[in-house]
Structure formats: structure tokens, C-alpha cells
Antibody
Framework: EVQLVESGGGLVQPGGSLRLSCAGS????????MDWVRQAPGKGLEWVGR??????????EYAASVKGRFIISRDDSKNSLYLQMNSLKTEDTAAYYC???????????????WGQGTLVAVSS | DIQMTQSPSTLSASVGDRVTITCRAS??????LAWYQQKPREAPKLLIY???SLESGVPSRFSGSGSATEFTLTISSLQPGDFATYYC?????????FGQGTKLEIK
């Protein structure tokens, strides 16, 4: 059974940092592109960014709203995906989900499994 | 960025009704469109991918259609568990983008 479990959320002051983790199981983690998606309270879904797999150089993509502040990384030996969030703003307050993507650049792939999410609150 | 626009934003319907949600893309995304269902305090769940392919385990009352810029999600006969919020998402171009959501409410 595929499982994704996020952790690391919490309350942080504006300008602070936080690191989220996502542990995957039930599939070959190293084969997969992995993504972060967030959802502000009462709002819709916003894609945050992606880590490609080793075969594609672990290259990353980011939404403009987080580029330069957030860093996505992974440790395939631990079946884990990370989101380092720096210079946090109040508008980064959201539930953060990790989601499983495809295994190659083409054909394009959707998010077939999602974690349960971890809450990040940015407030003074 | 590609803008995804869903309509309606809210839909009131009854058990047994047939409902359709529309999603429009600001430019062609071929068939690289997914639909997700989200219930309160839960993660989104994949329903449809590549515009019309039903994800394994999803009831056949859910169907998707469309291509290029116009897409629809149809639920043929609403069941009590279908009252939720539905999102479309394009995965053709970065940044991936979602529609604003359609909340399906009980009439």
C-alpha cells in the first residue's frame, strides 16, 4: 500500500524557517518525481514545487511565490522528501501536502497519491 | 502561467442527480488534465487523469471528457459520499495549476 506521511509543521514567526519531511512507503521512492502542494485555510490548492528523480538529475521546479525562499530536496536512501522553507511570510500559512508524481518527463503525470498534510502557521 | 477556471463555484444538488462541472484552461493543455475530490479535513483524492481516464477504484459514475481548453467532470447519479469539493488541475506546463474548486452541496 502506497503511503505518504508528512511531518515537521508548526507555528513559526514571520522571517523564520521550517523544514518539512515526507516519508514514502509501499513503492519504489527513488523512481518517482515528488511534489509539494499547499492549501491555505479555506482556500484552494496551490502547487509549490517538484523534485525529479535521480534519472533526471534530481532537478527541481518551483512556483514563483516560493522560488528563492523554499528548497526541495530528497534522500532516496531514507525514502524521504523535504521542503526547507526560509524567510517565511504570513501568506505561507497552509496545510502542506506531498504528492507522488510520475517516473519520466513524458508523458506528463498527475498526482496519484497524497499525504495527509502537515499544518504550517506563520504568525507573530 | 496557465489559468484554470471552474464553473460553477458552488453547486447544489440532490442524491440521484446528474451533475456536471466545467473546467476551462487559458491555453491548450492537450489532455493533460486531472480531477480531484477533497472532503473536509482530508487530502485530495485522484478521480480522473488524462482528461477521461478513470483512476483505479473510483466508481464508474464519475466520468471526464474534453481536450485542449474545455473539460468536464460528470457524476451520473450523486451518492451521499460525493458531496465534496472538486478541483481540476493541468499538468501540461510548469507551474502546475489548479482550478479554484467547485463545492458540491446537498440541496
Amino acid at each position: 500500500e502506497v503511503q505518504l506521511v508528512e511531518s515537521g509543521g508548526g507555528l513559526v514567526q514571520p522571517g523564520g524557517s521550517l523544514r518539512l519531511s515526507c516519508a514514502g512507503s509501499g513503492f519504489t521512492f527513488s523512481d518517482r518525481y515528488m511534489d509539494w502542494v499547499r492549501q491555505a485555510p479555506g482556500k484552494g490548492l496551490e502547487w509549490v514545487g517538484r523534485s525529479r528523480n535521480k534519472a533526471n538529475g534530481y532537478a527541481t521546479e518551483y512556483a514563483a511565490s516560493v522560488k528563492g525562499r523554499f528548497i526541495i530536496s530528497r534522500d532516496d536512501s531514507k525514502n524521504s522528501l523535504y521542503l526547507q522553507m526560509n524567510s517565511l511570510k504570513t501568506e505561507d500559512t497552509a496545510a502542506y501536502y506531498c504528492a507522488r508524481g510520475g517516473i519520466r518527463p513524458f508523458p506528463s503525470y498527475y498526482f496519484d497519491y497524497w499525504g495527509q498534510g502537515t499544518l504550517v502557521a506563520v504568525s507573530s | 502561467d496557465i489559468q484554470m477556471t471552474q464553473s460553477p463555484s458552488t453547486l447544489s444538488a440532490s442524491v440521484g442527480d446528474r451533475v456536471t462541472i466545467t473546467c476551462r484552461a487559458s491555453q491548450s493543455i492537450s489532455s493533460w488534465l486531472a480531477w480531484y475530490q477533497q472532503k473536509p479535513r482530508e487530502a485530495p483524492k485522484l478521480l480522473i487523469y488524462k482528461a477521461s481516464s478513470l483512476e483505479s477504484g473510483v466508481p464508474s459514475r464519475f466520468s471526464g471528457s474534453g481536450s485542449a481548453t474545455e473539460f468536464t467532470l460528470t457524476i451520473s447519479s450523486l451518492q451521499p459520499g460525493d458531496f465534496a469539493t472538486y478541483y481540476c488541475q493541468q499538468y501540461s506546463y510548469y507551474p502546475y495549476t489548479f482550478g479554484q474548486g467547485t463545492k458540491l452541496e446537498i440541496k
